[in-house]
């Protein structure tokens, strides 16, 4: 019944910063997630936070991203500072079944997916 819509996306040039947001009204207070894809590449898991705050990221951006929340406005944050051309993707913001509360970088364990947004990083 929920609805993720992700924004914040675009074009910056490398060691520069971009902050996007996901709407996510009805999923707020699960399991939610960060992941990205590129074309001919698998989908990848970038970041992800449980219920109770406990964050995961992927070892290619720890230091440089952060996932955050804030349930007043039913809306989940990635900060991206740094960025690479490596990290040009198309990123997905997700959700998992609130049974299931541990903050994965699996793709396949979420269940609910926004339609994503494009970063592009020109060095």
């Known amino acids: 019944q929920g609805r993720l819509v992700e924004s914040g996306g675009g074009s910056v040039q490398a060691g520069g910063s971009l902050r996007l947001s996901c709407a996510a009204s009805?999923?707020?207070?699960?399991?939610m997630g960060w992941f990205r894809q590129t074309p001919g590449k698998e989908r990848e898991g970038v970041a992800a936070?449980?219920?109770?705050?406990?964050?995961t990221y992927a070892d290619s951006v720890k230091g440089r991203f952060t996932c955050s929340k804030d349930e007043s406005e039913d809306t989940l944050y990635l900060q991206m500072i740094d960025l690479k051309p490596e990290d040009t993707a198309m990123y997905y913001c997700?959700?998992?079944?609130?049974?299931?509360?541990?903050?994965?970088?699996?793709?396949?364990?979420?269940?609910?997916w926004g339609q994503g947004t494009q970063v592009t990083v020109s060095s």
């Open positions: 997700a959700a998992r079944d609130p049974v299931y509360k541990s903050p994965r970088l699996i793709p396949q364990v979420y269940q609910h």
């Open positions: 009805g999923y707020i207070r699960n399991t």
């Open positions: 936070i449980a219920p109770d705050g406990t964050t």
